[in-house]
């Protein structure tokens, strides 16, 4: 996504900081969210000024050299969407079955 200006414009279509599993990543996610919104460029020196910390330079290189083509950002946003709907389903089956257990209406809401 440091690479193209279109990539995180796709990537946002897809998904949200709060799908990433890794905090690190979703707050990387919002200050790219952030810059683009404030019309600002988007690279490694306005990211990692944004984000902040010890390592973060590092941090983006990284995942930029582990990232194999920017132009499937898409399929790497739909990834992290699809993973992010499967957390959310084992959360709510969890939930459900912790419910079940102690004798509950699982299909109880709290805001019933």
């Known amino acids: ?9 796709e990537a946002i279509d897809i ?6 599993y890794n905090p690190t990543h979703a707050q ?12 600002k460029p988007i690279d490694f020196t306005t990211v990692g000024a944004k984000v902040g910390g010890d390592g973060t330079f590092e941090r983006l290189m990284a995942m930029t050299i582990d990232t194999p083509a920017a132009s499937a950002t898409s399929t790497y946003a739909k990834i992290v969407y699809d993973k992010s709907v499967a957390r959310s389903v084992v959360r ?19 805001e019933d």
């Open 1 to 9: 996504m440091l690479l193209r200006r279109e990539s995180v414009i």
């Open 15 to 20: 998904c949200q900081a709060s799908d990433f």
């Open 28 to 39: 990387i996610f919002t200050a790219i969210e952030d810059l683009l919104s404030e019309g």
């Open 92 to 110: 709510d089956l969890e939930s459900a079955r912790e419910k079940i257990m102690a004798g509950e209406d699982p299909y109880q809401t709290t």
